[in-house]
């Protein structure tokens, strides 16, 4: 039976075990969405995890949502990120930027150009954000044309040969959380009319084409991509054929022969879950909402083969030693969810190792 100690491979990257760092989004950005050297030092803390995924990193302007995230698009940010991805190789992990577009989780105070939030559709989502004069409520997106949402799937193309050009080993896609992608999944965002809106075929195209183009650009063997079926994040509703969107999107993936396939589950659907993992060809990483962080609870998926790998987020924030810290069975540092996101080393770079 697998374990998390076990070694494996994605593609050609090989694994000394079964953990990696989930994305987690941490607005410590320079300006222009640059990353700084407090980002290397970061990434570079946690490298004993092997992959490392990284903070959602907007391909584009309009891509951007919360106030000091990173961009991949721009000759400055790949400049920025190359020494993160230095940092990393240098202590022999691999890194994986995603590529998050927010659609209309935005607000023009948070974004570069000051512009109305882009979605499918001109929707409303019930949600607030954070901005230079605290939480505001999310205003009404505009709806995208179908020529932009060409330049959409160019714009991932780019920020994707972009990445790699910063020297990360491959990119994931983000298609979870109430994002863009998402919100062209989900009906209750998605009331287009068009070939992107309607039936399951229509509703999951843009993600298949996004996924595809970037894998035409980069190499499929550098493409992950997240999905969060049976999440309500950004006030999102799948409606109840979810199960029959996931298992046609994820068919659909299936094809492109992706380096692998992120679920962030949220569902109680058990029989869903292993008709994912059955129509999924290669590695499948697999983090369940509110999971516990105990070695019991990470192995029973590795031991059952619905997973292959099982991300951690908020317990590798805290813990840049979290791999360590659960082989020998030590205490792990508490997250603070106050420096989560913004400010400067506190919270980000100072947490304690075992060995200081
Ligand atoms: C501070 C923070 C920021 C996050 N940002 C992102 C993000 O940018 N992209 C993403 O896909 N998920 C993001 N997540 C979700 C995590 O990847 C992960 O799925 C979630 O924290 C649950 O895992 P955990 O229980 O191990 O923390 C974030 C989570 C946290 C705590």
């Known amino acids: 039976m697998t374990n998390l100690w076990d070694a494996t491979t994605i593609k050609d990257i090989q694994l000394k075990h079964r953990l990696a760092l989930a994305p987690m989004t941490r607005s410590r950005a320079l300006p222009d969405g640059v990353p700084g050297p407090l980002a ?3 990434y570079a803390q946690r490298a004993e995890l092997g992959l490392l995924i990284t903070e959602g990193t907007q391909p584009s ?44 989780i935005s607000h023009p105070g948070n974004t570069p150009h000051h512009r109305q939030g882009v979605a499918p559709s001109a929707i409303t989502p019930r949600a607030s954000i954070y901005t230079v004069d605290g939480m505001q409520p999310v205003p009404t997106p505009r709806a995208l044309s179908i020529d932009e949402i060409a330049t959409t799937v160019a714009d991932f193309r780019h920020a994707a040969a972009s990445a790699i050009a910063a020297g990360a080993d491959g990119v994931e896609i983000h298609a979870a959380n109430g994002y863009l992608l998402q919100q062209f999944l989900a009906p209750n965002a998605n009331q287009r009319t068009d070939r992107y809106g309607g039936s399951i075929e229509n509703r999951t195209r843009l993600v298949v084409e996004v996924a595809a183009a970037v894998a035409d650009e980069i190499g499929s063997d550098k493409v992950g991509i997240r999905l969060s079926p049976g999440g309500r994040l950004g006030d999102i509703d799948e409606g109840p054929e979810y199960g029959a969107l996931y298992r046609s999107l994820v068919a659909e993936l299936a094809k492109l022969d992706l380096a692998y396939l992120h679920l962030f589950y949220f569902s109680d659907d058990e029989n869903l ?6 129509a999924w060809p290669s590695t499948l990483l697999l983090l369940r909402a509110g999971r ?3 070695i019991e609870s990470l192995d029973a998926d590795l031991a059952s083969g619905l997973a292959d790998v099982v991300p951690l987020g908020s317990s590798a924030l805290a813990n840049p030693d979290i791999v360590t810290r659960l082989r020998v069975g030590a205490e792990l540092n508490t997250p603070v969810p106050a420096t989560f996101y913004g400010g400067g080393a506190d919270g980000y770079t100072d947490y304690p190792s075992l060995a200081a």
């Open 40 to 42: 290397a030092e970061y």
């Open 273 to 278: 879950l292993a008709d994912l993992r059955h």
């Open 61 to 104: 302007a309009d891509g951007q949502g919360y106030l000091n995230t990173p961009g991949i698009y721009t000759p400055e940010q790949i400049a920025g990120w190359r020494t993160v991805t230095d940092a990393v190789h240098a202590r022999d992990a691999h890194l994986f930027i995603q590529l998050m577009h927010v659609g209309r």
């Open 292 to 294: 516990s962080v105990t």
